[in-house]
């Protein structure tokens, strides 16, 4: 077969040749390297002389590569697998990969686990882990039970604590107040109070973010600087402006209205500069509503100044105003079942008052009847007795 091809160019009939250097021990001197690459490079040099081997004349002599590259093979070490442990081995080693922390939620899980697990053990008084429990160690099993007790309360505080926006609301409102107060004074601690009270200062933060985005922090309570109105309305109005304004038919209307206007203005406009024009013709005095205008202008061009805040101050009280009336109407509600009342007592008075004269009649009436009862009875005794 390789006579076949050993005419074609390119084919090398050459058998493949792998020759790895041994690895040194630290303790072997410099003349057995030495001589073993001369052994090795003369065995090199006759098989390049061959035609049908490598030509290895640009290559690095075996000796100087084996100085270069010693450390290397003096640091190269083996690899040993380790085998994982079983998981069913009951014994772990110790040398063991530290774990993954478990979660506050699974621990808290197991500790709720381990509590129901004590609470049925206690609850069998017929149970032998009891009297397993050596004399000197035994408790009394109440003591256990009220132990548990405690421990359940503290783990429901744990597991239905408040966070966030519900347990700064409660901090506010008060709820979490006996609360402190009672760990505290079972526990001795005196700063059991310092999360709410950092609860409220971010709460006061943030409120003082709000005013100023909505504009109610530069506002006093005296009447100088009213308050601005409030943003829900505000909000709302401008709402119902945009969608009036985004409709093609409002936005027609007021197209048309504003030519009619235009058509107004611009006949008024004609009209003054024709009267400009012909003062002689207009001989009409002015008009009464002009006469009514100007001196109310006069009035009012002092305190043009002030009318915004004027405006603004009765946008403010017009809630006032509204409860005002309301006001007004349970007032006069509540006086006139005063007066109802006052009548019905008058009236109550009258009847107690003829009562109390009926009775004195009555009285009077019966005291007469008794006399003359009394005075029968006397006559009719002599009477009888006379006979």
Known sequence: MSAKYSSLPDIDTAPDVYETEDKTEPGSDDETLLSRSALKGGRGGDSAASR??????????HDEAAKRFRKAEKRRERTQYIYPPSPTD???PDESAP?????????????????LSLETELAD???????QERPDDVVDPGELIRGLVDVRGRLDKIRKGKEGRGRLVGAVLGQDGPKVAELAAKDGSAGSDKPS????????????????????STAAIDESSPLPPPLLPLVTRLNAQLTLLTQPRHIDSISRRLKLLLSDLDRASASQHSHRRHPSQSNNPPSQIHDQVLPLLTRLSPSLPHIPHILARLRTLSTLHTSAAEFQSTLEGLEEEQRKMREALKELEGAVET?????????????????????????????????
């Open 99 to 115: 774990s993954r922390p478990v979660p506050l939620s699974h621990r808290l899980r197991a500790l709720q686990a381990e509590l």
């Open 125 to 131: 008084p017929a149970n032998p882990l009891l009297f």
């Open 355 to 387: 009562i109390e004269k009926s009775l004195e009649d009555n009285r009077g009436l019966v005291k007469a009847n008794v006399g003359s009862l009394e005075s029968r009875i006397d006559a009719l005794l002599k009477r009888v007795e006379d006979l």
């Open 52 to 61: 049908e081997e490598l030509d290895a004349s640009n290559l690095m002599q």
């Open 90 to 92: 009951a014994t772990s």
């Open 197 to 216: 009270v950092g609860m409220i200062v971010e709460m006061d933060r943030r409120v003082g973010e709000l005013e100023k985005l909505v504009g109610s």
